[in-house]
């Protein structure tokens, strides 16, 4: 099964709240998990509502963010979009993971990252 996932960015972290992203990376997995297509694209606007609707037109399966308010949280859901919420740390990380099938809502990945350095 493909799947295009959707993480939102900030630098080279995830964004720390949803509703105040202005950065996305999505990334076009196929059914043998390898990544046919990744960009990085600017939103024009910083809107929860746009972010959903992008969401929603752009066929995404996986989002990955990092505070999202439970309306947004409870949409997305409802609209069978499978969300990883409140992550915490690089994106590339936890794209790396989450591929691996190793990523969990509310994974804290700065911890790793911190440890890797001392």
Not at 66 to 72: M, T
Request: proline letters at 3%; charged letters at 20%.
């Amino acid at each position: 099964m493909t799947e295009k996932i959707l993480i939102t960015i900030w630098g080279d972290e995830i964004a720390s709240r949803f509703d105040l992203t202005s950065e996305i990376l999505t990334v076009h997995v196929d059914s043998h998990g390898g990544v046919v297509e990744s960009r990085t694209v600017v939103l024009p606007t910083i809107s929860a509502e746009d972010l959903c609707h992008l969401i929603l037109k752009e066929g995404i399966t996986t989002v990955i963010c990092g505070a999202i308010e439970e309306e947004y949280y409870q949409y997305l859901v409802w609209k069978k979009i499978k969300v990883m919420e409140c992550v915490i740390g690089p994106y590339v990380k936890a794209l790396e993971l989450f591929l691996a099938g190793k990523l969990a809502p509310g994974a804290n990945l700065m911890k790793s990252t911190f440890l890797e350095h001392t």
